[in-house]
């Protein structure tokens, strides 16, 4: 396919260098990160709920069947290694309290190695829609033909404009937001100097 995933670590440097200098010009960089920044943030926030409810559910539980002769026996008998375990609301809750703070981690984590690293770069070799560290790259030479359009309601909720960028083999990387007439006529200009000999 022509619109190549990659990872930034697959560019070469000269590239690389080209994508970190266009992530720090607006002209050349589009942002929609706010909205992952947001849900780095507010999702561990609901989450501390739910973690705090499930807290008190097992402890609840373990005070219920714990009595001096089988708490290690509660235990075992949670671990069971039977396709009923999965469906055991105790191993349910316990897999929960478990994997809660996980998830906090890593959604806060993601959000902060990926910052201001979503939305789609303009360098001087094609268009790159990146996404953290992973890149859809659309080389120029490999561009057919660019369109604009608007994304209406009702299929969509936020209306927006957005840019088709149309590859060789049909493949099609689209760019969403305002204000993409001026960056159709970036992506032409540089289309027009990398096809001159």
Known sequence: ???????????TAAERADLEAALQDPARFHSDGKEVGIAAIVLPLLLIPLEVVLLNEVRGSYQLYADPEVP?????????????????PEFLQLAGVI??????????????????RH??????????????????????????ETRTGERRRPR????????????????VLTLYGFGLERRRALIEALRQKTSEP
């Open 1 to 11: 396919m022509t619109i190549a995933r990659m990872r930034a670590s697959e560019l």
């Open 156 to 171: 969509y909720q936020i209306v927006t404009d957005e840019l088709e960028l149309v590859a060789k083999d049909g493949g």
């Open 72 to 88: 290690a026996r509660y235990f075992v008998d949670l671990f069971r290694l039977d396709v009923r375990m999965l469906v055991n």
């Open 119 to 144: 939305g789609h770069a303009i360098t001087s070799f094609g268009v790159v829609r990146i996404r953290g560290n992973a890149l859809r790259v659309l080389r120029y030479a490999d561009m057919a």
């Open 99 to 116: 994997a809660i703070p996980a998830a906090i981690v890593a959604i806060g984590t993601y959000g902060l190695r990926t910052r201001g």
